[in-house]
């Protein structure tokens, strides 16, 4: 049986001049964003991350880093050596409480000093953390990325200058106010020349508490109290009371709603309205990514919990966060000389030659922040773990014969 495809249309029977059959117009198939984040005619931009391997009997010398490397024996051992110098040397005791006192005012002189020199083109980001890329696409819908500790926009303006998603929002945010400036200055801000999407930036401290009046507040500013779907089933639940029900006198009335909230199993939600603040534009329980790129290791252990109850508070449920940030035994740790430690009561916690502190993570601290329960009596932790990698490159100085270890890690978290 002859068939005849679409693209061939059957012979007409009329005697008027032959329809001449016309090939539909083939389009090449749209490339994705994420696509385009790699070279047209080459390997993916940024590929050669993780492409090297340093198997059996390949000369370590042979190129200058090698990726995905094992630790050699002994080298816990000299870490080891090198935390003890750390610990008999510790920051003076009088200089401790100075930095950290105004960590900030040290991020701002550093990108004074710097401006936007550190802006780099981070193509990596397409690699490690695609969730992000996906925001971009044209099809992906409305987005919000939310960037924490920005810095000079390494990462927002990569991924806006790309973007193709007419409703992408990204809000990077940083408690230095001189980056918070940085951004702001920069060309791209808050627009790329293609039009598509917007950044939003503004200054915000990850680990800020919320404003005490912010507890009773009912407006939705930043530190609205009342996360996602919370806010409507809980305002609801309220007007439904008469207005002279709701105070101490009538306790029968209070007793019942409480019940009726803790049957909604609200109870979680209501107490973490007290506990967060976010930044400005940012509702409760709206963004779809968070990514936090080196930034959890400029706070200081005692900030994590806050830290952590502010991005829960942000996160969509089912919104993904994104952590990179130094391992344990990095060599910038391992590279520390005397006097940096910044007390010895918090092992790994340093300050740089500039006045920023900086934290070497072990993965189980990170995961341990992240599956923490919302509440102390609640059995819900926060987040899922769905990615806890710890990233190893053995960096070689060819000339000196040097070995060297960076040891970097990466988590995605999904919010539950
Ligand atoms: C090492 S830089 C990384 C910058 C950027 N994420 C990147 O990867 O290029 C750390 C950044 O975190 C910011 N930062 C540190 N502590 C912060 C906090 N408590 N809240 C908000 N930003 C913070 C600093 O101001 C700085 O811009």
Redesign the pocket.
Known sequence: MSEISASQPEASSSTSSPVIPTEPAVLPPKMRVADKWVKPNGPPVGSTFGARLLDGDRDVFEHNAWDHVTLPEDFKLKAAEIMELHRSSPVAENLRDGYNAK??HY?DKF?TNHEDG?FKDRTWLRLEFPELVACSESDAGPKIVL??????G??VFPLLMRNENPDLKIFA????KK?VQVVKANKMYPRAEHGLGELNASV????SKPSPSSSSSSSSSSTDPIPNNTSTATSMLESQIPEHDTNDSNGGEVKIVEDTLNDLSLSENTKLEKEYSLPEGIEPGSVDVISV???L???HPK?WKQ?ITNLYAALRPGGLLLIRDYGRHDLAQLRIKKNRLLDPETPNLYIRGDGTRVYFFEKEELEGMLTNPVSEEGNKNMFEVVQLGEDRRLIVNRKEKKQMYRIWLQVKAKKL
Do not use: H, K
């Not at 960037?147 to 000079?152: H, M, Q």
């Not at 915000?204 to 680990?207: E, F, G, Q, R």
């Open positions: 960590p900030a991020w990108y550190f960037e924490v500790g920005c810095g000079a390494n990462t945010t940083d408690y230095s980056a915000w401290d990850i680990t790129i080196f930034v290791s400029a706070l900030e830290a």
